[in-house]
């Protein structure tokens, strides 16, 4: 089969076109060919060496994948030949990724797509999706009218916790860098928003929650963003992180007595840690797209997958806006 792989760490230019082996599904597992992907900063990260969680080189990379199952593991029943499905399912330690012709999966990571929804639009949901889940169902236990604030609230993981947070009933505010952003932001379902580079927590928190603070806040960016968090969260509140890696003061954290989770969502995937919530997931997944309570926001530029150093160099530009789409 075709597929773009890594032999070594480096800049975009790592990857080439290469003839891989064609795999074949094992048991609890099926085999997927592959339309559709998406990028996610992780995937930059492992590219470039930073992050030691990559597949065995020569590497195939990517979580994200969409496709028409075309083999059936035994001892697996919810998929059959023919089904198209969506999952994040490979890409890391001991998993291909989902830049070839064709993806074994262990089929617990791996769902029935949307019908309402093209294959190769809802190809990019899955990562970013059960992150926004992990983060405010599993660990914040989200509540109908708390005041949530989404730290990065078109971005990839962002976009999905904006709508995520709307659907459980939360009043949302999100946080962005313009007034074009601002505007998506509304449409998706923001209840209030913020331009973080004009406004600080002392001038936005009273003026959405009347100096109560926010319940929970979601921090999709890190740095100086989480530190943002620990000001903009109330007393007794939640804040959630998926970019940690750094050095910050707890002290206002303990002052308030906050609690912080950390989201990895790559873990299912390392450890097997979690992997059997991984269905219902993706089924709440289909279920509100199928709703109407969730879409994709795609950024304009579409790559394909031999333009994959391309589609890496335009997420580490910052100019995207939501997902960046791979399709075959």
């Known amino acids: ?34 339309q559709a992907s998406s990028v996610n900063p992780l995937e930059l990260k492992i590219r470039a060496g930073l992050v030691p969680a990559g597949p065995e080189l020569p590497a195939i990379l990517n979580a994200d994948v969409g496709g028409l199952v075309d083999q059936v593991g035994e001892g697996v029943t919810h998929l059959q030949v023919g089904d198209a499905v969506i999952g994040c399912a490979g890409g890391l330690k001991g998993r291909q990724g989902a830049l070839a012709d064709f993806m074994v999966a262990d089929a617990r990571l791996v769902g029935l797509a949307p019908k309402n929804l ?8 899955p990562l970013v999706f059960l992150t926004a889940w992990d983060a405010l169902v599993e660990r914040a236990n989200i509540q109908p009218d708390q005041w949530v604030l989404i730290q990065g609230g078109t971005g990839g993981v962002g976009h999905q916790a904006v709508q995520l947070a709307k659907a459980k009933g939360a009043k949302v505010a999100a946080s962005v860098s313009s007034a074009e952003k601002a505007e998506i932001a509304r449409k998706l379902g923001a209840d209030a928003t913020i331009n973080y580079r004009e406004e600080e927590p002392a ?36 804040v959630i992180s998926i970019n940690t890696r750094n050095s910050h003061d707890l002290t206002l954290m303990h002052a308030k007595g906050l609690t912080l989770h950390v989201v990895f969502r790559a873990q299912p995937l390392l450890t097997g840690l979690g992997v059997s919530s991984e269905p219902a997931k993706l089924a709440a997944l289909t279920q509100l797209v199928e709703e109407n309570k969730l879409l994709p926001l795609i950024g304009d530029k579409k790559f394909s997958f031999t333009d994959i150093a391309k589609a890496h160099a335009y997420l580490d530009s910052g100019e995207a806006v939501g997902k960046i789409q791979l399709v075959r």
């Open 118 to 125: 093209p294959l190769e639009d809802a190809a990019v949901l």
């Open 203 to 238: 001038d936005f928190v009273p003026r959405i929650t009347g100096n109560e603070g926010f319940a929970i806040v979601f921090d999709t960016a890190g740095g100086k963003s989480l530190d943002t968090a620990f000001e903009a969260v109330r007393p007794g509140g939640q």
């Open 1 to 34: 089969m075709r597929a773009m792989v890594i032999r070594d760490y480096g800049n975009y230019d790592v990857f080439e076109e290469a003839e891989m082996p064609e795999p074949q599904a094992g048991p609890g597992e099926v085999r997927i060919r592959v």
